[in-house]
């Protein structure tokens, strides 16, 4: 049977390949950080990792991740009900809650998890899930996983989630689910409106904090900091593995009754291993940073701010950002390929995305800024993109 399946295999790869459109992943030999040398030697700019405030390799992290392998050992062979629970994986928990103003915090071993078991354990086909259309991919198969009536309005559109949220109402109960930033756009979730509309319909609100926390807000504590709403949500899922350290974890965290359920019937929590003490260890010294300065979020904005004036004042055509994520848009996949290749070759390491990540005909290349970038590198990448847009007749 193999021998046929192989052929079949064959052929899609070699399409793939055809089109342009394969994946080749590249091979880092160095820490995460502004800089980063690959396995060719060469040392390029990262301006394509989720390292929003530059904390991947920061000193402290590290220093807390080091103590904890001493204390804690290396991992804990266990999922967290057997004797997977240590004081650090509370304590985490606790810390996470009082950051976002919440009641309660369930740890995962990454917010894909958080994602996949927070629908089933919760709702049944009485109920309804109302999910924006550019949500993320986690979500959609979280969302699958369960057998509550599924609803989806066009993202940001609080005239359709309105007419989706009428034709809930003949279901128990209600949960509208959004990206807080949309992570291939990095447009900001209107949340405000959609409270107004949950309340008015008699729905819950759940949120995915992912590439906002850490970013969006004063004190970077996501979008319902953003509208001045924190703990006004049931329930929020979000990741270490982004700003808040950039390893690895998930966690979902709101209402003590929904976070006590997940605990007894959420799968990726009962049949996972609880994340290292070391990791739990480093997201405790984290949250401790962020509230102890505003200093790398900050930097952060005024990177953006930079970024995006200089790209904007060469002739890109950008998407509006609320947040760390700049698209520049250039809609033809295989242009995106070589436009990411080139851009290599001067220094610059990014991705061109195309379908299935966006729709047909919206490939972009997706700039993720840092609060580890320093002016010289926001400029050097500006100048880059100009060069290559300019042989390749994206710009003028």
Known sequence: MYTDFQQHLEKELAA????????????????????VTLDSG??????????????SNNPQLVE?????????????????????TTDIHRELEKKIAEFFG?????????????????????????????????????????VRLCKAARYRFKTADMEDLEQQLIKAQE????????????????????????????NKYNAMVMIDECHSAGVVGETGRGVTELYDMLGQVEIITGTLGKAFGGAIGGFTTGKKEIIDIL??????????????PLIAAAGIEMINMMNASN????????????????MQAAGFDMKPTQSAICAVMLYDAKLSQEFAARLLDEGIYVIGFYFP?????????????????????????IAAFTKVGKELGVIE
């Open 263 to 276: 605990r007894q019937r959420s799968r990726p929590y009962l049949f996972s291993n609880s994340i290292p």
């Open 171 to 198: 279901q128990r109960f209600r949960l509208i689910v959004t990206d807080a930033v949309f992570s291939m756009d990095g447009h900001v979730a209107p949340l405000d409106k959609i409270v107004e509309l949950a």
């Open 295 to 310: 200093g790398l979020m900050d930097k952060l904005r005024s990177n953006i701010a930079h970024f995006n004036a200089g």
């Open 102 to 142: 919440t009641e309660d915090t369930i740890l995962y071993a990454a917010c894909f998890d958080a994602n996949g078991g927070v629908f089933e354990p919760l709702l049944t086909k009485e109920d309804a899930i109302i999910s924006d259309s550019l949500n993320h991919a986690s979500i959609i198969d979280g």
């Open 64 to 84: 807390s991740a080091k103590a904890a392998l001493d204390s804690h050992g290396y991992g804990m062979s266990s999922v967290r009900f057997i004797c997977g």
């Open 357 to 381: 990540v966006v729709p047909r005909e919206q490939a972009r290349i997706r700039v993720q800024l840092s609060a580890a970038h320093e002016p010289e590198h926001l400029d050097k990448a």
């Open 42 to 55: 060469q040392t390029v700019l990262n301006f394509c990792a989720n390292n929003y405030l530059g904390l």
């Open 16 to 35: 793939i390949t055809e089109a342009g459109l394969y994946k080749n992943e590249r091979i880092i030999v160095s820490p995460q950080g502004a800089e």
